[in-house]
């Protein structure tokens, strides 16, 4: 009789959890853009595979912004005092470069920031979005959503993609097109003044000269804010001089609109 000897390591097969193995502490620096006060470095912890939205969830309730929505918070990544990209919702933590840049969040509303501009301010202002499948922006009234996946599609293009197959384009998911897919617009912009709201980036730039020559660099936080397309020039250099910092308020300056962030 031949006997078979079988070694067995008891903890082998057996998974101990880590504590807090997939959390993650992320810096990120809070400011509101027309307020006086300096920008606030939050240490918030997430799990390692959450996203933008998560770090926006926990930035609300770490500061008890209850009063603030979460879309009227944008996230950016700055290197240098200048915005590399912005962040959207649906961005991992783990695809954002924290060795060489920041994360920043900021306050921007969900409406037009020109102050003492009437005309502005009571029309429409409708935020763009552009189409899953041919890319181009639309306002809402011009494109669907899927409310399941909150997928977003141009009217030509989802006729045409239910006619080749009738799935969502997005999620690939079996749908009816007169339940499941509705018109983004909540009201109808074609009875008032739509104007057409521009996510802009300012940026600060200091001047001065050395050795007979100007040069200049980057300060501070660059800022976004929301302007409808057609706004005069006053107005733009008092929006700019409302977010400019407090102890440069009498220092003279310029407005220059170059073509990137």
């Not at 202002?125 to 306002?139: D, G, K, N, R, T």
């Not at 008092?238 to 609109?257: R, Y």
Request: contains cysteine; negative net charge.
């Amino acid at each position: 009789m031949s006997f078979t000897s079988v070694k067995r390591e008891p903890f082998m097969y057996l998974s101990i959890p880590i504590p807090r193995g997939l959390e993650e502490q992320v810096v990120v620096n809070w400011f509101v853009p027309h307020s006086l006060v300096n920008p606030t470095r939050v240490l918030l912890t997430v799990m390692k595979y959450h996203g933008i939205i998560n770090l926006k969830k926990e930035l609300i309730s770490t500061l008890s912004l209850n009063e603030i929505l979460d879309s009227d918070i944008i996230f950016v990544e700055v290197k240098n005092s200048r915005i590399i990209k912005v962040l959207p919702n649906d961005v991992m933590l783990k695809v954002i470069d924290r060795a060489s840049s920041m994360i920043v969040a900021m306050y921007v509303g969900s409406g037009p920031a020109v102050g003492g501009n009437k005309e502005a301010e009571s029309a429409v202002i409708v935020q763009w979005h552009s189409c899953a499948i041919c890319l181009e922006e639309f306002e809402d009234s011009k494109l669907t959503i899927h409310h399941k996946c909150q997928g977003m599609l141009c009217k030509t293009c989802l006729e045409a993609a239910f006619a080749h197959n009738p799935v969502c384009a997005v999620c690939q998911m079996p749908i009816d097109k007169d339940k499941d897919v509705v018109c983004m617009a909540t009201q109808d912009p074609s009875s008032q003044d739509v104007n057409r709201l521009l996510q802009v980036t300012v940026f600060f730039r200091h001047v001065f000269a050395e050795n007979d020559m100007k040069t200049s660099e980057l300060f501070g936080f660059p800022v976004i804010i929301n302007l409808p397309s057609p706004v005069e020039g006053i107005k733009m250099h008092e929006i700019i001089k409302g977010i400019t910092p407090s102890h440069l308020q009498n220092c003279s300056h310029t407005l220059a609109v170059t073509g990137y962030m």
